[in-house]
């Protein structure tokens, strides 16, 4: 009995090792929890910021990425409504082209859906106080933007000629073929859709180009073998 007794004073409750166990833990999970609130708040903060404070660039012109996609498409609009391409000529003149003329259109829809994905990218999120700069959107009309250049944009000084081939005392002879001169712009209508593109105000001038022959030397190689021949 005085055994008995002896055990029951010197054990342990088993209720009471399980109550120092769970205040043992209980700081590891407060801290656990902070924790994550913590960084939840800060995630979230980063966010806002970088919904409310982000701004948007378009053709120089600033936007507020705040604004409702319907908000940012009139103000795109607007901006590129009044553009006007400036070209440059030979004689010092100048001379402005609508959107119609080069056979271009903004489309502000496309444009805010690229504003958008590169707002919603992880590399902005992390720096959200850059602006973003995406240039305009421009549709084109391929055949009015090709006579557009070929009209406004194509000066041409002296024609190129091109090879023939001649019978000289029964002999094939190639006259070869000379190229010509024009003033243009490189790349003319890549240069006309990015100067749109960008609303750029600075004034494309036209330069003194070469104009290639329509037909080389070369390709009358194989037709003079053959004359030869007979």
């Not at 055949?143 to 009209?151: E, R």
């Not at 190639?174 to 004034?203: D, F, M």
Request: glycine share 4%.
């Amino acid at each position: 009995m005085k055994k008995q007794r002896q055990e029951i004073t010197e054990g342990t409750p088993p209720s009471r090792e399980i109550n120092e166990s769970k205040r043992q833990r209980l700081p590891w999970r407060r801290i656990a929890v902070f924790g994550l609130l913590g960084v939840a708040l800060v995630i979230g903060s980063w966010l806002a910021c970088d919904l409310t404070f982000t701004t948007f660039t378009v053709g120089g012109k600033q936007l507020a990425s705040r604004h409702y996609d319907s908000s940012l498409k009139r103000s795109i609009t607007a901006a590129a409504a009044n553009y006007r391409l400036t070209l440059a000529y030979p004689d010092k003149t100048t001379k402005s082209y609508t959107w119609a003329d080069m056979g271009l259109s903004a489309d502000a829809a496309s444009t805010v859906r690229a504003l958008r994905h590169k707002q919603y990218t992880w590399s902005h999120f992390v720096q959200w106080w850059r602006p973003i700069t995406a240039p305009l959107q421009v549709s084109a009309n391929k055949p009015k933007l090709t006579a557009f250049v070929k009209s406004n944009a194509s000066i041409v000084v002296a024609p190129a000629q091109n090879a023939q081939l001649t019978i000289v005392n029964g002999t094939a002879q190639i006259v070869s073929a000379v190229p010509g001169k024009q003033y243009s712009l490189s790349n003319a209508e890549s240069a006309v859709r990015e100067a749109a593109s960008s609303l750029s105000t600075q004034p494309l001038a036209l330069r003194l180009v070469q104009l290639p022959p329509a037909r080389n030397d070369a390709s009358l190689a194989a037709a003079k073998a053959q004359l030869t021949t007979i």
